[in-house]
């Protein structure tokens, strides 16, 4: 089966990222050998993402959680260790559960009557070890050679400390065939991921998609004048990244925008707005997607 080089690629940096974190999810929740259990999620994930699957962090968890004997800790508290010990978004527990992010919310409220657990196993930030290596190039030789060839920079994916790691979406096939004339994303830069391919995926992404007026925008946090909401609540704040590569550059105080928010920030850099003009919201740079016509009429637009 023949598959996209890009889609080795950035299979081969979300394997650099998350394979330590996998290993070591495995190790806090018992498992005699945490690196067995960290390869065959890998394998299930490889299988996955050549047939266009977006495999995530979230995805990740979920699989190493079907090859790990199940724990029966109670939703609250398996929800708390995902959060402070495993260090997971509220988006990537409720991929992992299987529960909405607001679900999740509730059972974080809830856990705070849980008493505290010291973490066996902090999250640290290392290099593959050669059995990592190994497993790698036998999954994807070709991206992983030239992975150990890359600069530094390229092998860590550089994220916002507020997010953790920022997970990549390995749905490239299937985004060139829905969106053929979105340009192809360049993995030295693109600070998008995941890129939705879809206005429901898109939308369902985000918990928060209001219309106002970019007000300021300094140190990777914006704020906003608030004129309608489509849904979620009236925030009047969120934040975005600040490298000139991203592609929130181009956000300019005093112009309206449709801001597409989850967890406070922007949905994804390319897709986390749309300018308002005339009227209409108008997706910016290579962002193809429109809006559902109930969400822009929610906000008042055509």
């Not at 065959?40 to 790990?68: I, N």
């Not at 920079?153 to 829905?178: C, D, E, F, H, N």
């Not at 998008?192 to 369902?204: Q, R």
């Amino acid at each position: 089966m023949s598959v996209d080089p890009r889609v080795e690629d950035a299979f081969a940096i979300l394997y650099a990222d998350t394979h330590g974190r996998i290993v070591r999810y495995a190790a806090r929740r018992g498992a005699t050998d945490p690196a067995d259990v960290a390869q065959g999620v890998f394998q299930l994930a490889w299988r996955a993402a050549r047939d266009g699957v977006p495999v995530t962090l979230g995805w990740l968890v979920g699989a190493a959680d079907s090859l790990l004997p199940a724990a029966d800790l109670g939703i609250d508290r398996r929800v708390l260790r995902m959060r402070f010990w495993d260090k997971l978004s509220i988006t990537e527990i409720a991929t992992v559960t299987g529960e909405s992010r607001t679900a999740v919310v509730r059972h974080l409220n809830a856990a705070r009557r849980v008493p505290g657990e010291p973490n066996p196993l902090p999250e640290v930030d290392a290099p593959l070890n050669p059995r990592a290596w190994d497993e790698l190039r036998v999954l994807v030789p070709r991206a992983a050679a030239s992975l150990e060839k890359a600069p530094r920079r390229r092998k860590r994916l550089s994220t916002p400390v507020r997010v953790g790691l920022v997970v990549v979406v390995l749905a490239v096939i299937t985004m060139i065939a829905i969106a053929p004339r979105m340009a192809s994303p360049d993995l030295d830069r693109v600070l998008d991921f995941p890129f939705y391919t879809s206005t429901a995926a898109l939308e369902d992404a985000s918990d928060t998609i209001v219309r106002g007026t970019l007000t300021a925008a300094a140190d990777g946090t914006g704020t906003i004048d608030i004129t309608a909401v489509a849904k979620g609540s009236s925030a009047t704040s969120f934040t975005y990244d600040t490298r000139a590569s991203s592609p929130a550059s181009a956000l300019v105080v005093g112009d309206e925008y449709v801001f597409l928010l989850a967890d406070g920030a922007l949905v994804n850099s390319a897709q986390g707005f749309y300018a308002v003009r005339d009227g209409s919201a108008v997706p910016v740079g290579t962002n193809t997607v429109p809006l559902s016509s109930a969400t822009l009429g929610a906000l008042g637009l055509g």
